[in-house]
């Protein structure tokens, strides 16, 4: 992983200048959406890179080893070998960026993705994902279990009772807390900002996080009723930027939910190219959130390749 | 029409050739560099092939054979012997079309077809207006991809912004006109068409400013005659073919093509009865000599310079994108871009960092490319003078940013850039730049922004960027400007006014407000179409031909005796000028004698001269900013005050009347009593015309509020001295403006006893002035004199020549009668109709978007 986010202290002098006028950032959002259109070739390239950035996710009550399984050998295999030959990209180690499964299936994905002699990491939610509404002390123990486990990243979601009622302190204490559980692991923090209010508590939220030591935040557990918005994205991105600014550590920013199609994903990565730079547009400071994104990803591909649109069956389903 | 069908043709053509050599390439090799690029070393997004001349517009130009000519009375008009001028694709400098080179008979063809065409246009129902003007939306939308890629080739203005803002803009504007014609006769009940509007383009934005002139006029009854600047033409004479297509009957919208002396040439001829201009101060001061006593009437929508202020409690980030928007958009050389950064000191390094790091992610190039945020200059001489001015900044001392990564070889491209360290004494500040140079300046609080904001001689539009509310709308009404964006920029909207004051003109474009500027009252004749005979430089220059008093003459008043029965002498009655709340000495130390109706002198008044017009002004600034402030309430109270003390003196000023006029003892009393009448009619006035809430596509609140002209100086008419001139007064001073009042010459008296009574009346020293004397004299310096706002004038066709001429100094709002028909100052329409309100205001629009809920 990257340098690495070590944290500061909390600095809530930052926090109470914080401002976010919501229009202009609609506007913005808007505009960033039309305005870098890529075509041909490089929409294919852009494509494969959103691919290397996912962390291709199931997260159901459903979820059993048999397609936790089967997620891992799509992760290995995220485009089909022929479609990456005919691009001349069979050798590039073309994978997704993890696996993102819940704590009590990471061991079966561990074990998968050994099977498959395959080093993708396995992320894991953690903390009561998705409400984060039980107590400290069973969320921590969570991270703890999912690290001995295996898992080499733990996606935790905040506490948004402490962000509605301003309790920024005890905020950043918890996710404080959090970071120490995960000991080597990667922590992505998830805000769940479709539940924060304003986007001005967006902004001030993944101040903290990122205060706190995260080494990624991310937008949403996919379970709130509005998730990874462009403009949710945009007040991030400027949070990363102006923490990066402030303290040199660059932090990993990872939209998820209703991250759907080939088009949204190149959204986001030009959202990143704009705001952050070319330095965010790798794994190990972006990833996308998604479990049906792939699938979507993978019909341009072969669009691309073969003039053709393909049929859902054409692919290998994940 | 038949190049709609080849161009279908072509198009299908074309798309087969592609998909052949598709298929010949087979399936596509990602090259190494896409990789990379995306991996992100270094470099840009994906820009792999230049852009081709679009088949849809190659159709419509090689359907006309590429040869335009003028659009004159629903056809081509192609006279022979023409000159040709070549618009090029301004990346590339291919060759698009030629056109022509008119002369004055091809503007005498156009002006007689417009004519022509008003007497049916003009008398056609609102509702058939509606229909045609509807129609033309309508129409204009199905070719809006053919307009966009049309406008963007002819102006350099990005594809993007031509198809994303210009083009939905201008068929919204058809739409909201269309609805204004249709309700003409509710809406504008009192007013009719002018006739033959004549509309001069800019070259930036050709398309929305053709639509924000064209659409008002036709909707109230108007046609046109448009000649588009000489190098952006192509756009104005497709919609012309548009409107044509469309069903708008012959002669109402004519395009003549040309240079700038034909612009001249159209502006010159006689039988039109409007000018409508965008473009250059320069060239609108010149156009405002130019049709001085006409009778013309001018809008005029010039330059600025807009402030974009932002605060420390603003969203530096939001303000960052919407300053790279507002400023960059069109290379800068849109009029109301905002082109002066005035930043609060203590955030000034934060926002120029983020600023910076913005420009870097601008990219330049073809207008036609989508991804692109910049295209080309106009020319090569432009990047020159623009060069030069950023040399001499720097020279100045200082900082120059440029942010040069993305700019193509070769082409006029300029790259973007921002100066900061400069002074408002440099040349870069004071003058205002085409091109994507922003000059940045700090301030230290809101008031010093406020002052920094004001001090330029243009008022067009401003930007307020902080999420303070009570900050933000104080500032917005304390900027002398035509349009605010609070936390925005650029915003605009068919349902809003748009335009500028001081010498970024007058005049509004879009909403209610555009349509005055085609209209004239109901009851109006257009005044004296020939222009005075006049050197406007000579007239009026000095105080007058009438000797000094002659203390040989006998016509001495003293022979009155105030009792004829004890052959007493009466008190000498000279009346003093009143300026500042008091009496003063002219500072000619001479008088005028009055005249009674018999002959006999009545009294003497003060002959004032152009110093007690400065002294008259400066007090009236004085008072002006408080008097603005003064509520709506306080203002009516004063007012029904002035009523109140004047019925006090009803037989007196009556008899005055009597004596000086020759009214019949009834006569005076009814124009006393008329007096207080309309006294009591502006004071019910005070509360009632602030403003409205304009229905714009804006998620919020855009506003438009009237507010006053400034210092207005009013030269009073012979007819009814009294009722005239309390006329003119009122309505003036109660929507908030101070005055400077020339009474009539002949019958001075009444407005001069009327000191007496603003003295008892409350009335706050500065807001009236009184000078008498030679009233054009007087006028003229009143026009002259730079910080007057507005000049009306109700005298003589010389004097109305002459105040026309010397407003283009500042450009400032003048009103004047053109010496011709007698206004009925006792008919209610014509001695208190809504045209005084429209003069004694000017409408500034604020646009504030709202919204912070989110989500749950």
New interface residues.
Partial sequence: MAAGNQGTELDLSWLARVRVNQPAVLRRAEQIQTRRAVKKNWQAAWLLRAVTCIDLTTLSGDDTPSNVCRLCYKAKHPIREDLLQAMNMHDKGITTAAVCVYPARVADAVKALRAANCDIPVASVATGFPAGQTALKTRLEEIRIAVEDGAKEIDVVINRTLVLTGQWEVLFEEIRQFRQACGEAHMKTILGTGELGSLTNVYKASLVAMMAGSDFIKTSTGKEAVNATVPVGLVMVRAIRDFFWRTGYKVGFKPAGGIRTAKDALVWLSLIKEELGDEWLKPELFRLGASSLLADIERQIYHHVTGRYAAYHDLPMA | MDWIRQMWAKSQKERGVAGEE??TNG?????EE??N???????D??N?TSVQEPPLLKAWLESHGRSFGHFVDGKWLKPGGRETYATKNPTTGEHLATTLQGNGEDVKAAVSAATNAFQIWGQQSAHVRARHLYNVARNIQKHQRLLSLLESLDSGKLL?DAR?ADLPLVVRHFYHYAGWAQLMEVEMKDWKPLGVVAVLLPRNSPLLTLAWKVCPALAMGNTVVLKPASSTRLTALLLAELCAQAGLPPGVLNVVTGDQGLGEALAAHSDLDQVAFAGSVEAGRSLRCATAGTGKKLSLQLGGKSPFIVFD???????V??LV?AFWLNQGQAHNAGSQLLLQESIAKDFI?RLKRRMG?LRVGDSLD??M?LGALADEKQRDAIESLVVEARAEGAEIFQAWAALPSSGPFYPPTLITGVYTTSRCVREEMFGPVLISLTFRTAKEAVALGNSTPYGLAASVWT?TLPLALEVARSLQVGTVWI??HNMLDAASAFGGCKESGYGRDGGKESLYEYVRPKWEIRPCSSAADLNCKTFATSQGTEAPLNPGEKRVPHSVTSDPDRNFPSVDRTYKLYYGGAQKRPDSMSSRAVLDHTGKILAYVADGSIKDIRNAVEAAHKAAPGWAKQTAHTRAQILYYLAENLELRRAEVASQLEALTSVGREDALREVDLSLQRLFHWAAYSDKYGGTVQETVL??ASLLFREPVGVVGITCPDEQPLLSFISLLAPAIIRGNCVVMVPSERYPLPALDFYQVLDTSDVPGGVVNIISGNQDHLSRGLAEHQDVQAVWYFGSKEGSAAVEWASSGNLKRTWVNYGAGRRCWSDLQEGAGEEFLYQATQCKSVWM????????
């Fill in positions: 598709e298929e399936p596509r090799l990602i090259k896409a990789w690029l995306c991996k992100g070393l270094e470099g997004p994906p792999d993007r994303d409690s603003a969203d530096l980030d939001s303000a994108d919407g928007d960092q992610q989508k991804a945020d999420e936390n925005g998620y919020g978007p709202m919204g912070d809920i989110f989500a749950n």
